[in-house]
């Protein structure tokens, strides 16, 4: 008798949501107007946001001696539907800080410089399940059933911060070119660990555990180029995003599994501590354009980002490894991305001298076609569950001019659904049960947002004195 189980259902779903974030690329935005511009903003930026949406931009600023960009938090709600059975749900949610950047600008020979700290994406999940409910599955491969337990429990975690230096010039009083340096610093790293404990009438009972775990770090660099050029009657921007540049890469991976109590023939124990992976990060060139056009007093922003797909490529490189089929089982960490465009537009409105309201949307289409998920490994044939959201983001918000600083804190709010095939695969001796139902994801997210700007001490007493 041999049982096959899906190692953890959820497992698959929770790790591609929080993952497949990676592949959405205006999911995070940063600076204080362009998280409420929806970061449509690169021929147009007006803020710290610069050093990512386009550096030329640094020409077109006051001086900021130091910027806090959106301290502040977001509430995100995930809903599974139908993963094990019909109408069953498992529910996520998190109240948590959000990504943020601080930073400023500075003059040297002459020359505009900007300097930045982006925490470009933060993900933290934990995720706990578990029933003592007997389900028709486990009854058909153990019919002596009369008590049964499974608990699960799934973490990700992603975390990626930029360390940059913009420099800007402008050429003439019409076109400006400006460049931003990032060094990067990443790591991904995820696991889980399912347990399945089964007792049958005459009192014997039988235990099944998969633990699965992995880590990838990251060091490198992102450069991005920017132009801005002045028309009568707007601005237009460019912005190129080079391909990522890694300089150092580290992958582990981990993998537990026991069967115990079911019999000498099919009792297993196996154990794999594997450091030292070779792995790749990879991050495709990108290009966008922007517009900001002046409608009186008022400003509309238009913009479009096109970035370039990935071909399928190993994340991770894990040898294939014995997981008691009786040959050996590959591990498939693979990651390929499609072509994406996006595009945007937002509304600055002038209220007064001190008051302004921003409007904004933009699309957010999902790049992966294939992403990086753990399968289960003791299944020979592992249907892959590809799950990549597309999003559309909103937001509005408000910008107080005070005498001392500048105030900027809105709203921006997320939500989608998304449908696939429930993964679940059990088989014994004859009993095939493969459910072809569809399984759903729905995810929504409110982010509350505040920022502060304070020039530098010449200009504040420069203002304070007029």
Known sequence: MKLKILSLFCLIIYFSNSYAQQGNYKFNNFGNRSILLSGNVTGSVSDLGLVYYNPSRLTEIENTGFAFNAKAYQFSSLKVSNIFVEDSNINSTNFDGIPSMAGGTFRLFGTRFGYAFISRSRVDNNLGYNSDLLRDQILDIF?????????????????????????????NE???????????????????????????????????????GFSQKSYGLFIKVGANYHFPKFDCGVNINLPYLEVYDDGRFSYNKVISGVGDSIDQYYNYNLRNLSADRKEPFG????????????????NMDYVNGLSLYDR????????????????????????????????????????????SFTTDYNAFISNANIFDLSSKDSREINIGEDFIHYSLGVDL??????????????????EFVNPIDLTLKGVDFNDNSLARIDYSRWQFVVGLEVPFLDNFNKKNSN
């Open 143 to 171: 019919p002596n059933t009369k008590g049964y337990r499974v608990t699960t429990n799934l973490r990700t975690k992603v975390k990626d911060d930029w360390f940059g230096l913009t420099w800007a010039k402008k050429i």
């Open 316 to 359: 991770i490189k894990i040898p294939s490894i014995d997981s008691g089929d009786g040959e050996l089982t590959p591990v498939l960490f693979k990651e390929e991305r499609r072509n994406v465009i996006n595009v945007g537009a937002g509304i600055e409105i002038y209220i007064n001298e001190r008051f302004k309201s921003y409007l």
């Open 174 to 212: 019409k076109l400006s070119l400006g460049v931003s340096l990032f060094g990067s610093r990443y790591v991904y790293s995820g696991g889980s660990n399912l347990n399945h404990t089964i007792q049958s009438s005459n009192n014997n009972v039988a235990f099944y555990q998969n633990t699965v």
């Open 401 to 418: 001019k005070l005498n001392f600083a500048n105030v900027v804190f809105g709203t921006t709010y997320t939500s989608s659904s998304t």
């Open 287 to 302: 290009v966008s354009f922007g517009a900001g056009i002046p409608i009186g007093k008022a400003k509309l922003h238009l």
